[in-house]
């Protein structure tokens, strides 16, 4: 049975710094693509970054470039997203995904490409 289990959400102030863990269990973590993804109130679920199964590759929307970074952990099968200099528009439920692809540096964007979900993590940055 696949878990993908978020942690690492919370309430933090403009400007400040939050990173989210994922931690997945019952698959070969290294044969996945892992992604992650935010729904806000009201809106649909985006995309906000990819990983490729090695981590050697990575891709982000572009509201999030330059603040945020994900990585993986392939022996502790854990991905994060480090998420500094945090804005309002920042607040929303983010959610890690799995998607079992065959190609080492595949970086999916769409939601359909995932086969997995966690069950979200909060996060809310005042201002």
């Known amino acids: 049975q696949v878990q993908l289990v978020e942690s690492g959400g919370g309430l933090v102030q403009a400007g400040g710094s939050l990173r989210l863990s994922c931690a997945a269990s019952?698959?070969?973590?290294?044969?996945?693509?892992m992604g992650w993804f935010r729904q806000a109130p009201g809106k649909e679920r985006e995309f906000i970054a990819a990983?490729?199964?090695?981590?050697?590759?990575?891709d982000y929307t572009d509201s999030v470039k330059g603040r945020f970074t994900i990585s993986r952990d392939n022996v502790k099968n854990t991905v994060y997203l480090q998420m500094n200099s945090l804005k309002p528009e920042d607040t929303a439920v983010y959610y890690c995904a799995a998607d079992p692809t065959y190609v080492p540096e595949y970086l999916p964007r769409k939601r359909n490409d995932y086969d997995y979900w966690g069950q979200g993590t909060q996060v809310t940055v005042s201002s």
């Open positions: 990983i490729s199964r090695s981590g050697r590759s990575t």
């Open positions: 019952g698959l070969t973590f290294s044969r996945y693509a």
